[in-house]
């Protein structure tokens, strides 16, 4: 018996990631893709009632499952298209009013919040519109609001609209796509001129924003219960919030080839798993 055989889930999540992948790499209209997905499922659904174990069956359902895969891409590209935030001049304005949805983070100079929005002004146009928007500029700009920014703070933000950032060189890491595959909509940058206002606290009542509250609750624990130079390392390797690392100790971690230790991983899971245990 063929490994395949022994675990037929191998083959199918084989078959799908081959199809997510042509359809990464190449440019399909999605269109005849749907069209073709509907007459192999059409045939399949013959074959396997008329020759049950022929070999036109399998390869059917299996032409099936790589056409779902590439289904699946190019819808998910073509929606996230739409939705993209993408500016049509240079220097375009853009104000916005949403909520924190993760903890800023800020590093050296800089700072980066995810905000996601409930309502966009652009060229003159005010629509309701839900997106998840990186804001960035310097950190000198949030230095009277960090007491004030939390998960589920409510802000009015005037900036900027950049385009992502692409690779200057092949094999460089591409953060636009980084951006993308975490549903990142928009990039906004702030500068002397632009507005970012505190207007309120939202409560959140589904799962993952109540996760996100619990996470900032244990922050602010972590924070007042040691001093800033050991919390900002149990911040680090209980809730993968790095931000605040001092760089002699994050630099030491890099020496040492440690640094992974840093970041919540499985081990860590399974530590906290035990002791709850």
């Known amino acids: 018996m063929s490994?395949?055989?022994?675990?037929?889930a191998l083959r199918f999540v084989l078959l799908l990631s081959i199809g997510i992948l042509i359809a990464r790499y190449l440019?399909?209209?999605?269109s005849p893709v749907f069209w073709v997905t509907v007459a192999v499922f059409c045939s399949a659904v013959?074959?396997?009632?008329?020759?049950?174990?022929?070999?036109?069956?399998?390869?059917?359902i299996a032409s099936l499952v790589l056409l779902?895969?590439?289904?699946?891409?190019?819808?998910?590209?073509?929606?996230?298209?739409k939705q993209r935030l993408i500016p049509v001049q240079e220097d375009e304005q853009i104000a916005f009013t949403g909520r924190v949805a993760e903890e800023p983070y800020l590093h050296q100079h800089r700072f980066q919040l995810v905000i996601e929005t409930n309502r966009i002004l652009r060229q003159r146009e005010s629509r309701e519109i839900e997106r998840k928007v990186l804001v960035q500029g310097s950190i000198s700009l949030l230095q009277k609001?960090?007491?004030s920014l939390h998960v589920g703070s409510k802000l009015f933000v005037v900036g900027l609209l950049d385009d992502f950032p692409r690779p200057r060189n092949p094999g460089e890491f591409d953060y636009g796509r980084y951006l993308e595959l975490n549903d990142i909509h928009g990039v906004v940058s702030l500068?002397?001129?632009?507005?970012?206002?505190?207007?309120?606290?939202?409560?959140?009542?589904?799962?993952l924003s109540l996760f996100r509250q619990a996470r900032s609750s244990l922050l602010t624990i972590i924070d007042?219960?040691?001093?800033p130079r050991e919390a900002s390392f149990l911040r680090g390797i209980l809730l993968a919030e790095r931000s605040k690392i001092v760089d002699d100790v994050?630099?030491?971690?890099?020496?040492?080839?440690?640094?992974?230790?840093?970041?919540v991983s499985g081990l860590h899971v399974g530590v906290v798993a035990v002791v709850f245990y």
């Open 191 to 207: 500068n002397d001129r632009s507005e970012l206002v505190v207007i309120g606290q939202e409560a959140y009542s589904d799962f």
């Open 145 to 147: 609001l960090l007491d």
């Open 3 to 8: 490994p395949f055989e022994r675990r037929p």
């Open 68 to 81: 779902l895969g590439m289904l699946l891409q190019v819808f998910q590209r073509d929606h996230y298209a």
């Open 46 to 60: 013959i074959v396997s009632i008329f020759f049950p174990r022929h070999t036109a069956t399998n390869f059917s």
């Open 27 to 30: 440019s399909i209209d999605p």
């Open 224 to 227: 007042s219960l040691h001093r």
């Open 250 to 263: 994050k630099q030491a971690f890099v020496d040492t080839g440690t640094v992974h230790i840093l970041a």
